[in-house]
């Protein structure tokens, strides 16, 4: 059973996002408990890692930490934004986020001027 009337904040700007708290089976017949599944946001989880002061469990028992960040701060950090997946936030970004669409509309431009400066220099 899904419980839908559970909050969360964003990790980052603290707007209050609706939450979906549940039990989802996984592949070995077990059942996972979702405590963190943000609505108007994503969900981020981690294992630690090498490197953190502050989480690094290596216990083996798959401890994890869980945030959730809302869109409109995925949107505004894009920049900070990797991975697989980059390409649909930036399409969402440059239709949202202005200074970054005129970030990277300068970009383009700077880019094609270089271009066509070396197509130049290749008829030369
Ligand atoms: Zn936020």
């Not at 209050?16 to 609505?39: A, E, F, R, S």
């Not at 090498?50 to 505004?76: H, N, Q, W």
Request: aromatic share 8%; hydrophobic share 30%; proline share 2%.
């Amino acid at each position: 059973m899904v419980q839908t009337d559970q909050t969360i904040d964003c990790f980052c700007c603290g707007k209050q996002l609706g939450n979906w708290v549940y039990d989802q089976p996984i592949k070995d017949g077990t059942m996972k408990h979702v405590n963190v599944h943000p609505m108007g946001g994503l969900h981020f989880t981690t294992y630690g890692h090498y490197g953190s002061r502050v989480f690094d469990p290596m216990d083996g028992k798959g401890t994890t930490l869980d945030v959730a960040i809302c869109d409109e701060c995925i949107i505004e950090k894009v920049r900070t934004v990797r991975g697989t997946g980059w390409r649909d936030v930036h399409d969402i970004a440059m239709d949202e986020n202005s200074s970054y669409r005129s970030e990277q509309t300068s970009r383009q431009n700077e880019f094609l001027t270089i271009l066509e400066e070396a197509m130049e220099n290749l008829d030369d």
